[in-house]
């Protein structure tokens, strides 16, 4: 069954935050484009793949635990209106 019949070709982006190493990633990746190749009757090419795992934000600037407290209060106070 061929439903992409009529396209000639197609771009695809993925672009995903999961809990997953990036090898694992890149697997699921190419396995789905596997079967995709069988399962719509199409052929693939992968042109670029990049699976990574960001690094911790380092923020420039921290609140103290005070001012956490008292927005977290006013946040509170907002919702009970």
Do not use: C, W
């Not at 992409?4 to 982006?13: A, D, G, P, T, Y």
């Amino acid at each position: 069954m061929k439903i992409f019949r009529n396209v000639r070709e197609l771009s695809l982006m993925i672009n995903a935050r999961i809990h997953a190493s990036p090898q694992a990633l890149t697997q699921v990746t190419q396995d789905s484009l596997a079967a995709s190749e069988i399962d719509f009757g199409v052929k693939t090419k992968v042109q670029h793949l990049e699976s990574f795992s960001p690094l911790p934000p380092k923020p420039r600037y921290r609140m103290s635990e005070k001012n956490t407290l008292r927005l977290a209060g006013a946040a509170t106070e907002v919702r009970r209106f």
